[in-house]
T-cell receptor
Framework: KQEVTQIPAALSVPEGENLVLNCSFT??????LQWFRQDPGKGLTSLLL?????REQTSGRLNASLDKSSGRSTLYIAASQPGDSATYLC???????????????FGQGTILTVHP | NAGVTQTPKFRVLKTGQSMTLLCAQD?????MYWYRQDPGMGLRLIHY???????AKGEVPDGYNVSRLKKQNFLLGLESAAPSQTSVYFC????????????FGNGTRLTVT
């Protein structure tokens, strides 16, 4: 059974700091990995999706890396801003024979607070 | 495009009452999912559908039923609500393909007293 763990559970940083959020998974037979952002009272918004054959994806100040063999992914946020405050979740989709039918397993999330 | 729309946004039920949560997506996505999110438990899959007319059980299906009569709609039913079903329910959809991200609705907050 796939298990996804996110460390730390909560993080508080001053504005402008670069930070790293960690996601680890137990089964390396994955189809893709996705990072989400969730604001209070809202649904999840997709930030980055890394296919199993990729090593990293970038979008603006966000960079996500994937190391399948070690079962790890990191989300790097550069020059953090108060507007980045949210819960960040990673989700791993299992490889179900090369299709996208595989089960999606979520981590518990990291609560990020960026203070001015 | 509206994306994924969930109705209602909030609901309070008494134990034993029934209700249906509606999820609608306008992106022509093949797959649709219902999750519940609880503190300390994360997101758990209730039921999912890989196409019109097909549904399957997820991780926590007991006490729920679903239907997907039209490709754009995925309904989640509670036949006899229990306090343990107090939760935030999220619908999500995805287009088939490895590079497709999952799209979520804004959730339905359900309280069962």
């Amino acid at each position: 059974k796939q298990e996804v763990t996110q460390i730390p559970a909560a993080l508080s940083v001053p504005e402008g700091e670069n930070l790293v959020l960690n996601c680890s998974f137990t089964d390396s037979a994955i189809y893709n990995l996705q990072w989400f952002r969730q604001d209070p009272g809202k649904g999840l918004t997709s930030l980055l999706l890394i296919q199993s054959s990729q090593r990293e994806q970038t979008s603006g100040r966000l960079n996500a890396s994937l190391d399948k063999s070690s079962g790890r992914s990191t989300l790097y946020i550069a020059a953090s801003q108060p507007g980045d405050s949210a819960t960040y979740l990673c989700a791993v989709r299992e490889d179900a024979g090369g299709t996208s039918y595989g089960k999606l397993t979520f981590g518990q999330g990291t609560i990020l607070t960026v203070h001015p | 495009n509206a994306g994924v729309t969930q109705t209602p946004k909030f609901r309070v039920l008494k134990t034993g009452q029934s209700m249906t949560l509606l999820c609608a997506q306008d992106m022509n996505h093949e797959y649709m999912y219902w999750y519940r999110q609880d503190p300390g438990m994360g997101l758990r899959l209730i039921h999912y559908s890989v196409g019109e007319g097909t549904t399957a059980k997820g991780e926590v299906p007991d006490g729920y039923n679903v239907s997907r009569l039209k490709k754009q709609n995925f309904l989640l039913g509670l036949e006899s609500a229990a306090p343990s079903q107090t939760s935030v329910y999220f619908c999500a959809s995805i287009r088939q393909g490895s590079a497709s991200p999952l799209h979520f609705g804004n959730g339905t907050r359900l309280t069962v007293t």
